[in-house]
């Protein structure tokens, strides 16, 4: 008992330095900015910073002890466990993902957020403690031990496997994403650094250093997460506390909203929709040649950009463009006539954040 809570303070002190560390400097890179230090810069120096942060971690983590590697020992305290956990709630798939949903489909991707919570409440009462219990690694593991057969072994790597894969294709993505954008480099470049990153982290130290590295990310995620928020809320209201001013800030949405969907701009961008819905019905009528005359201009214009050195990033979109354009005419009946419904849903104004869901 005195070892844990010996290791508690340790933890406390740990990443109590860490934090006021974290914060010091988050607040030279605003004196940096201030002084006229460049985004690029400044995203560059958080970015390799903080996957060294990690990759520390990662390194000071490493164990060849089974349980240490798949568990974490078994001796995580419950604070630095739901940090851990948080953290990967909050993570790209999330952060990112989410955050798009819930703008793109409105009250319909509250949904996903509901699915998300709930499947981590749900593994945490009614798998975890049993894992415990049965003294198992991993869920297959649990439940050919439980059930006594590989039947319900099969079964449970089937859905770890397919969970998995659906929670790791959004994660890296996001990953990918983030960096290229900090770094300005490709997408795939970006891609393989973030990839690098994680495998540092996680290789040698298993779950323990994961768990480590992931209570390291909580405290930089939250920062980012409550931060701004609370800035809007008291610039806004006078008051830093979000949840206690919704209500104000949301009429005061409302009545912005009336102003923005008459705004010149919103009406030029919903007009550029329907004649996007326009140009896919007319492409639609005339296939089959639509879909050659496509064809032709974008080799046209890919050739030109080549010719006339044009940067690789416009040129790498054209050779996508041109690779996903369909194979066919029915493909392209297919992928127009979606893009048309999507186009002409786009150039209707936008439901209010104050109007109840149907």
Not at 24 to 46: N, P
Not at 112 to 134: E, M, N, S
Not at 148 to 175: E, K
Not at 305 to 327: H, K, S, V
Request: aromatic share 12%; net charge positive.
């Amino acid at each position: 008992m005195r070892r844990n809570a010996g290791f508690n303070r340790q933890l406390r002190r740990y990443y109590g330095w860490y934090t006021g560390t974290f914060a010091l400097f988050v607040v030279l890179l605003a004196v940096g900015e201030y002084l006229g230090l460049s985004e690029r810069v400044i995203g560059h120096v958080f970015l390799f910073v903080t996957i060294a942060v990690y990759a520390g971690i990662g390194v000071m983590s490493r164990t060849s002890d089974v349980s240490e590697y798949y568990v974490a020992g078994r001796r995580v305290p419950a604070m630095f466990n739901g940090m851990a956990t948080a953290a990967d709630w909050m993570s790209a798939a999330s952060f990112i993902g989410l955050a798009g949903t819930l703008y793109f489909s409105g009250f319909e991707g509250l949904a996903f957020v509901t699915g998300w919570t709930g499947g981590f409440v749900l593994v945490a009462l009614l798998l975890a403690p049993y894992l415990r219990k049965f003294g198992q690694y991993t869920i297959p593991d649990f439940l050919g031990a439980r059930y006594q057969g590989n039947v319900a072994r099969l079964v449970g790597l089937a859905a770890a496997v397919l969970a998995s894969f659906v929670y790791l294709v959004a994660q890296i993505y996001g990953v990918g994403l983030v960096t290229s954008r900090f770094v300005s480099v490709e997408f795939e470049i970006g891609l393989f650094i973030g990839l690098a990153g994680i495998l540092v982290c996680s290789f040698l130290g298993g779950m323990r250093a994961v768990t480590w590295t992931q209570v390291a990310q909580y405290v930089i995620l939250i920062i980012a997460y409550l931060v701004p928020v609370v800035i809007l809320s008291y610039k806004l209201t006078g008051i830093p506390i979000p949840q206690a001013v919704y209500g104000t800030v949301l009429q005061q949405i409302s009545a912005q909203e009336d102003h923005l969907l008459q705004a010149p701009a919103e009406v030029e961008v919903r007009a550029m929709y329907r004649q996007r819905a326009q140009n896919y019905s007319a492409m639609l009528e005339a296939l089959p040649e639509s879909l050659e005359i496509e064809r032709r201009v974008l080799i046209e214009r890919l050739n030109d950009m080549r010719l006339n050195d044009a940067p690789a990033r416009e040129i790498a979109l054209t050779e996508r463009a041109l690779r996903d354009l369909p194979r066919s005419p029915a493909e392209a009946q297919q992928v127009w006539a979606r893009a048309r419904a999507e186009a002409l849903e786009r150039s209707k104004p936008p439901p209010r954040h104050a109007e109840a869901h149907p």
